[in-house]
Nanobody
């Protein structure tokens, strides 16, 4: 049974930082491209950051220079370090694992950026 369990969300003031974690089980983690998506209220889910199975990273323009995605294949975990947070970063952040025709999602963790 595949599980992706996100943690680390919460309420933070603008300019603050959070670190999200996604622990994976039931998959050969090192094979998978891992991504963080977010869904803001009233908006579609969007890709925020991606790290491929070879370690290549990609970011949406709005988070470049502020967010860093990383992975630890020994711990089957992907991270999203979020710095200089803005109110527009508010949303539910979802972990995604993708490999060939396999695509799995976590249940999400809420990030609220507000003073």
């Amino acid at each position: 049974q595949v599980q992706l369990v996100e943690s680390g969300g919460g309420l933070v003031q603008p300019g603050g930082s959070l670190r999200l974690s996604c622990a994976a089980s039931g998959i050969i983690f090192s094979n998978y491209d891992m991504g963080w998506y977010r869904q803001a209220p009233g908006k579609q889910r969007e890709l925020v950051a991606l790290i491929t199975n070879s370690g290549t990273t990609r970011y949406v323009d709005s988070v470049k220079g502020r967010f860093t995605i990383s992975r630890d294949n020994t711990e089957n975990t992907v991270y999203l370090q979020m710095n200089s947070l803005k109110p527009e970063d508010t949303g539910v952040y979802y972990c995604n694992a993708r490999y060939i025709n396999r695509n799995y999602w976590g249940e999400g963790t809420l990030v609220t950026v507000s003073s």
